[in-house]
């Protein structure tokens, strides 16, 4: 599912879990959570209500964030690939990448020199250092392992790989990996407002969306949909507001992702996350 029907009401919902994107929802161009977004976060879990992030992210380059506000429930991670519990340890599902089918990745990124990144679930690897590995030191707490692909692949449960894009040149090599591998990957573009030209693109198991992970997270939880709100500003959050009973984009997503919410909040700079969650949580009849 990528878009929901529209028309659904706005009033008289109980939501018990709001389901938040983090880079460009949450995160803002300062590389920083707002105050009025961590103070309406903290009112809602104080009245109940689950808070989880759903992220292209791997785990530990959300830890922090997690600790800062204070989460103790399951989140979903890696694009949807990764439903887990960071406090208890808990991981509730994983769809990781064939290792056959990764080895085919791996030979054609080679064959047509694309830079490529291989993620497990608490490190990952690249068989060549370029710029991307200072953003993801600095930026995420990520470092890099330096390896031969060959050295890892059936040994390592890889969760995703990664394509990197800042020039028109790495843009065509991305566009050439992922429509050879149309239908056998799936590929997703992903920002962040503290490198608005960087493009971040996730490939997953084909299976994998954040929509379908918020399904498997609702009924962990024992949750229908409708009682979920979801927050997202990017195309790879298309699934996720099309899943959730209540859709949310921010003010700074794209037209198409607009397009497919129940309601549009502020940007990320003005502290968008906290305007919904105070006008359909914390508000008794989700009005303002």
């Given at each position: ?158 969760i995703k790989c ?56 609702a009924a962990y ?68």
């Amino acid at each position: 599912m990528s878009c929901k029907a529209q028309g659904s009401p706005l009033t008289n919902r109980q939501i018990k879990l709001v389901v938040v994107d983090l880079d460009g929802t949450l995160i803002n161009s300062r590389g920083q959570i707002s105050s009025a977004d961590k103070t309406v976060i903290a009112a809602a879990k104080s009245g109940g209500i689950a808070i989880a992030l759903s992220t292209g992210r791997v785990v530990d380059a959300c830890r922090q964030y997690i600790a800062d506000l204070s989460l103790d429930g399951a989140h979903i991670f890696f694009d949807g690939a990764l439903i887990y519990n960071p406090t208890q340890n808990t991981t509730i599902a994983l769809q990781p990448i064939d290792p056959g089918l990764l080895a085919a990745a791996v030979r054609f990124a080679r064959a047509n020199s694309i830079y490529l990144e291989l993620y497990a679930l608490d490190r990952y690897f690249v068989e060549e250092i370029n710029w991307a590995d200072a953003i993801h030191r600095e930026f995420f707490g990520l470092r890099s392992t330096h390896v031969n692909f060959d050295e890892i692949i059936g040994r390592e449960l890889i969760i995703k790989c990664e394509l990197m894009i800042h020039n028109q040149d790495e843009e065509l090599k991305a566009r050439l990996f992922l429509d050879h591998f149309t239908g056998s990957l799936r590929g997703s573009v992903a920002r962040t407002p503290a490198y608005p030209n960087v493009k971040f693109i996730n490939v997953v198991n084909p299976a994998v969306s954040k929509g379908t992970a918020l399904v498997k997270l609702a009924a962990y939880l024992n949750l229908d949909l409708d009682q979920v709100m979801a927050i997202g500003d990017g195309i790879n959050d298309l699934s996720l507001l099309g899943t959730a009973g209540l859709a949310v984009a921010m003010g700074n997503a794209s037209d198409e992702l607009k397009a497919c919410a129940d309601f549009v909040t502020s940007s990320v700079d003005l502290s968008g996350v906290a305007l919904a969650i105070s006008r359909f949580v914390l508000s008794r009849d989700g009005e303002t």
